[in-house]
């Protein structure tokens, strides 16, 4: 049974850092690409950042590049969001995604149930 498992969400103070992760279990995922979105309130849920199979070639949306850098294991079975120079906007619901590489929700198969960010003025 596959499992996604997001950790290290909580409360921040802002132009605070947090890093994210993400483990998953149950198959290989040695060929997935991986991604994070997030959701906030009643907004759509929103690409945050993707990489794909290797690690190597990764894409932002406009308003974390510079501040946000997804990365994964070796194992290619944890991924990682660092997050800097927090801002009071990217407090969210954040997930994580295993799938195909891109910045749709419907490249991705699965899905975790998500971490909190909060981040405070």
């Known amino acids: 049974q596959v499992q996604v498992v997001e950790s290290g969400g909580r409360s921040v103070e802002a132009g605070g850092s947090l890093r994210l992760s993400c483990a998953a279990s149950?198959?290989?995922?040695?060929?997935?690409?991986t991604a994070w979105f997030r959701q906030d309130g009643g907004r759509e849920r929103e690409f945050v950042a993707v990489c794909d199979w290797s690690g190597n070639i990764t894409d932002y949306t406009d308003s974390v590049k510079g501040r946000f850098s997804i990365s994964r294991d070796s194992a290619q079975t944890i991924v990682y969001l660092e997050m800097n120079n927090l801002k009071p906007e990217d407090t969210a619901l954040y997930y994580c995604a295993w799938g195909s590489y891109g910045r749709t929700l419907g490249s991705y198969k699965y899905w975790g149930q998500g971490t909190r960010v909060t981040v405070t003025v």
């Open positions: 149950g198959r290989t995922f040695n060929n997935y690409a």
